[in-house]
């Protein structure tokens, strides 16, 4: 949707409250007290009451936008903004759109909404033909975080400004060979970023285990914490390549995600705390799943936020 229409469709705060009422409807009210899914509409109140015990849900309650006081039209619009792109908008860039005269809330409404992007795609796993690799981003640490040790050693300490990522992407074959060479061979499906503690095999094997189905091919390098994959995994196969013009064929789509997510936290966001990374990747690997979705993604997008449960961001 181009920003123009999203400015257009929610431009005053009745028209955003009405359009999240229907996607609301749409959805269905699930009653916190009894699970009951009928519901009467008070429109007098602007809530929800239960028609087996009479507890009353609040437009906003069960969503991300629970326990917020920003008005229905800037999170429409937020979310319309953030999926007007391939890239993103920075929070700074965000508020001065809307006119919002304070920067933390717009910055938290944000992070809310990424978080609901991540919780939408942990309900899938990956499966078929998978690559898998990891990346180093540049992460900004806390000041109080730092020991004397890491102060003193400086090796270390720009050891702990990168902030290490697994890498998992479905890749299978092409069977036409595109007429560039220079394009890859193999076509992307979905990926998974997850920002880990350390690069060791229980962590690779706990994050494995999370998003990739048990019958999936997977290749990877020849670092030793990938050796156990081939106990949950149908198939394990290893690829070492000294030449590093080589290593882009073999995992083309992985270094190309790495790539082009490290350009985005670069050039937008500019600085990122590695408390918050893994928001931004959830937010860059939602809108890669459905880079093919078109107007729809605003959409899909609203219908996540609908069913983010809110204790999820407390």
Known sequence: MKLSEIFKKYSTERKAKIAFKHLRDEQGIVCKKCKHREHY?????????????????????GTIMESSKLPYRYWMIAMGLVTATKKSFSALEV?????????????????KIRVAMGRRDDKYKLDGFIEIDEGFFEGQQRKDDDSQED???????KGKRQVKVLVAVESEPVNTP???????????????????????????????????????????????????LKDILANHEV?????????????????????NAKKMCQGIHHSIRKDFMQNYLNEFCYKFNRRYFGDKLLERLLVASVEAAWYEFR
């Open 41 to 61: 509409w008070k429109a007098d109140k602007w809530q929800y009451e239960c028609k087996s015990c009479g507890f009353r849900t609040t437009l906003r309650s």
């Open 95 to 111: 508020q001065r759109q809307l006119g919002h005269k304070r920067y933390e809330p717009i910055w938290f409404m944000l992070h």
């Open 151 to 157: 102060k003193y050693f400086a090796y270390q300490n």
């Open 178 to 228: 595109h007429k560039n060479p220079n394009r890859p061979s193999r076509k992307a499906g979905f990926i998974k970023m997850k920002v880990l503690d350390q690069i060791s095999k229980d962590d690779i094997i706990y994050e494995v285990k999370r998003t990739i189905h048990t019958q999936a091919n997977a290749i990877t390098d020849g670092r030793r914490c990938y050796r156990d």
């Open 239 to 259: 690829k070492v390549c000294e030449d590093k013009k080589e290593v882009s064929k073999i995992f083309p789509w992985a270094h190309i995600a790495i790539s």
